[in-house]
């Protein structure tokens, strides 16, 4: 069953403006959170390549000191500064200050192609070539080749399809068993069995997650939706704890 009208509903709400029949354009919005994550993902990965031990603070600091007016920066407050680490999170601050500032000028001189959805990029794309392509770059190239490429961050990053996976296949099998009838799985009557680790798996699922709701679609999508909303919601710790209950993995201490 097609989203297609409430999703209408919801762009006259907001009021973005329709292009074109089903097609409307991006609300302002979405360019400034588009723009907020790009500028702490970039920083933050960095200053977690140095906090892992991937790169020196002479590494970090060398791009980051390029993104900060020169004003900013106190010297004697990072002569003072009892450690490196404290030196990073100061130039990170900074930093993501700055990049702010230089967002906040493009979304203003662009606005009027933005409230008629003829801007078609990226904020972020649209700063000063003299930071976009110097040190946002350089940047962007030290954490792909010593950070993202680690072997502790490719094998946190499988765990996590794993993971995610795992806790959507076992909500999704219980909201299967929970309706199914007189079904068998694996040999045993579902009704003997499967229902009943269903209702307890389900007991997991914040209050109100299954109840019957007022839309054009059935229940059973709906229910679907509301556990996406659950697991992706759900903090790394969280997520990998709860997958290995539910897996018998580890037991609730």
């Known amino acids: 069953m097609s989203e297609a009208s409430i999703f209408q509903k919801i762009?006259?709400?907001?009021?973005?403006?329709?292009?074109?029949?089903?097609?409307?354009?991006?609300?302002?919005?979405a360019y400034l959170m588009e723009a907020a994550d790009d500028i702490a993902y970039r920083i933050i990965d960095l200053e977690d390549g140095f906090r892992l031990g991937r790169i020196t603070y002479a590494e970090f600091a060398k791009p980051i000191k390029l993104l900060i007016p020169a004003s900013w920066i106190k010297r004697e407050r990072?002569?003072?500064?009892?450690?490196?680490?404290?030196?990073?999170?100061?130039?990170?601050?900074?930093?993501?200050?700055?990049?702010?500032k230089q967002v906040s000028?493009?979304?203003?001189?662009?606005?009027?192609?933005?409230?008629?959805?003829?801007?078609?990029?990226?904020?972020?794309?649209?700063?000063p070539a003299a930071i976009k392509k110097g040190p946002l770059d350089s940047i962007s190239n030290l954490?792909?080749?010593?950070?993202?490429?680690?072997?502790?961050?490719?094998?946190?990053?499988?765990?996590?399809?794993?993971?995610?996976?795992?806790?959507?296949?076992?909500?999704?099998?219980?909201?299967?068993?929970?309706?199914?009838?007189?079904?068998r799985r694996n040999g045993v009557k579902n009704d003997d069995v499967y229902k009943y680790k269903a209702k307890?798996?389900?007991?997991?699922?914040?209050?109100?997650?299954?109840?019957?709701?007022?839309?054009?679609?059935?229940?059973?999508?709906?229910?679907?939706?509301h556990v996406?909303?659950?697991?992706?919601?759900?903090?790394d710790t969280f997520?990998?704890?709860?997958y290995r209950k539910l897996k018998g993995i580890a037991l609730p201490s």
Request: contains cysteine; charged residues 25%; proline residues 4%.
């Open 11 to 29: 762009a006259q709400e907001c009021g973005l403006l329709e292009l074109e029949p089903d097609v409307w354009c991006r609300h302002p919005l």
């Open 78 to 100: 990072l002569k003072l500064e009892f450690d490196d680490q404290a030196r990073v999170s100061y130039l990170r601050a900074l930093a993501i200050s700055s990049l702010i």
């Open 105 to 127: 000028k493009v979304f203003n001189r662009k606005l009027h192609l933005i409230m008629t959805g003829k801007y078609p990029g990226e904020l972020i794309e649209d700063i």
């Open 143 to 183: 954490t792909c080749k010593r950070i993202y490429t680690t072997a502790r961050v490719l094998e946190t990053e499988a765990a996590g399809y794993e993971v995610i996976g795992g806790l959507l296949d076992i909500f999704w099998q219980a909201i299967e068993d929970k309706y199914a009838s007189n079904k």
């Open 200 to 225: 307890k798996v389900l007991q997991l699922l914040p209050d109100g997650a299954l109840a019957s709701r007022e839309t054009p679609f059935p229940d059973r999508y709906q229910q679907l939706l």
């Open 228 to 235: 996406i909303d659950y697991v992706t919601g759900m903090t």
């Open 239 to 242: 997520a990998l704890t709860l």
